[in-house]
């Protein structure tokens, strides 16, 4: 764990903008004579981490829609596209990804499946693959660990394996 303000910046960028929203929020209460929006300042400073966080919700969402469709579709295609996708998506995550918004992750997971999973199976149906679609599981299927692991890819269900 981080023991300064410096290394918390460093080591986990969504921690640090609660940690200094709360604190300007506290510096507000003492009433200081500055010339600082301290009420806005702190809405701003929690905003950016907020902003960062929803980036790498979105992005986990992407993954998980990619993956259903390597693991459900017979389409051999658009698999190119898909897996360009998750490795494109993987560094966005990777870049900014902390311990703190990791964990959040993992709590909203379920949530995060649920419109990934509405995302494929329309995607499925879109190239007409409706036994596809209707197949995709209720619960993700899937470890944040592995979504998040480069060169994981879920096994296609019709024997499609991917060449290098």
């Not at 600082?36 to 969402?61: F, I, K, N």
């Not at 992407?62 to 295609?77: G, M």
């Not at 709590?107 to 990934?116: D, E, H, N």
Request: contains cysteine; aromatic residues 6%.
């Amino acid at each position: 764990m981080a023991t300064s303000v410096e290394e918390l910046y460093e080591q986990d960028f969504f921690a640090w903008t609660r940690d200094q929203a709360a604190r300007l929020r506290e510096l507000k209460e003492t009433r200081p004579n500055l010339p600082l929006d301290l009420e806005h300042l702190a809405e701003e400073v929690d905003d950016l981490g907020t902003e960062r966080r929803d980036a790498v919700r979105s992005q986990v969402c992407r993954v998980i829609e990619h993956c259903l469709k390597l693991e459900y579709s017979a389409a051999v295609d658009p698999r190119r596209g898909w897996l360009d996708s998750v490795i494109d998506v993987r560094g966005a995550i990777e870049d900014r990804l902390t311990a703190s918004i990791r964990q959040d992750v993992g709590t909203v997971l379920p949530r995060l499946y649920g419109r990934a999973r509405r995302k494929a199976e329309n995607g499925l149906l879109g190239y007409g693959e409706r036994e596809a679609a209707h197949a995709l599981p209720a619960e993700c299927p899937y470890a944040l660990d592995d979504l998040l692991r480069d060169e994981w890819y879920p096994p296609n269900g019709h024997g499609i394996v991917d060449a290098d």
